[in-house]
């Protein structure tokens, strides 16, 4: 079964200062990886995903992840960050074989961005 | 623009009645889904729709009902069997069926508080 950990509830930096956001995921096979944002009140914006291939990819808004297979993780990164970074973000796994309908999401970690 | 629509974006109803939350995508995606998101939650998939006249139940279905007569609609209605109905409910769609390789877009979200 797939399931995914996000350790970390709330993560505060300051403006400027790199960012990583952790993931790790649970699957029996190569899994599909996403990294979604999501602002107060509002629905979820991806940011990136990872389905195969070079294994740091990049998003918008000036974040990258990297799948790291032997450690089962795909921590979010970003060199400086942005006091309009600040919002929730979630991982999420999906299996090949069954799709979208099929999407595990972690609890999210809450980023807040002190000036 | 192309998007999804949720309305209203917030809901009052008191406990014991039908509620129906309304989601339309002019993306032309084939799938639609709905979650269900509590605080210091990951989403939860209620029920999900890869074509017209077909559904799926989700991980938390119970107490939840949806109909897909068009393409661009996927309502759902919250039941009074459903024992705990206050939340954030997020539809989404994907382009196409069933497949990773088209990520899920979310509309904003319906806040429903039951009392």
């Known amino acids: 079964a797939q399931s995914v950990t996000q350790p970390d509830i709330h993560i505060t930096v300051s403006e400027g200062a790199s960012l990583e956001l952790r993931c790790n995921y649970s699957y029996g096979a190569t899994p599909y990886l996403f990294w979604y944002v999501q602002s107060p009140g509002q629905g979820l914006q991806l940011l990136l995903k990872y389905f195969s291939g070079d294994t740091l990819v990049q998003g918008i808004k000036g974040f990258e992840a990297e799948f790291k297979r032997s450690q089962s993780s795909f921590n979010l990164r970003k060199p400086s960050v942005h006091w309009s970074d600040a919002a929730e973000y979630f991982c999420?796994?999906?299996?090949?074989?069954?799709?979208?309908?099929?999407?595990?999401f972690g609890t999210g970690t809450r980023l807040t961005v002190i000036p | 623009d192309g998007g999804i629509t949720q309305s209203p974006k917030y809901l009052f109803r008191k406990e014991g009645q039908n509620v129906t939350l309304s989601c339309e995508q002019n993306?032309?995606?084939?799938?639609m889904y709905w979650y269900r998101q509590d605080p210091g939650q990951g989403l939860r998939l209620i029920y999900y729709?890869?074509?017209?006249?077909?559904?799926q139940k989700g991980d938390i279905a119970e107490g939840y009902s949806v109909s897909r007569e068009k393409k661009e609609s996927f309502p759902l209605t919250v039941t009074s069997a459903q024992k705990n109905p206050t939340a954030f409910y997020l539809c989404?769609?994907?382009?196409?069926?069933?497949?990773?390789?088209?990520?899920?877009?979310f509309g904003n979200g319906t806040r429903l508080t039951v009392t």
């Open positions: 999420a796994v999906g299996a090949r074989q069954t799709g979208a309908n099929n999407l595990f």
């Open positions: 993306l032309n995606h084939d799938a």
């Open positions: 729709s890869q074509i017209v006249n077909d559904f």
């Open positions: 989404a769609s994907s382009g196409r069926t069933g497949s990773l390789n088209s990520p899920l877009h």
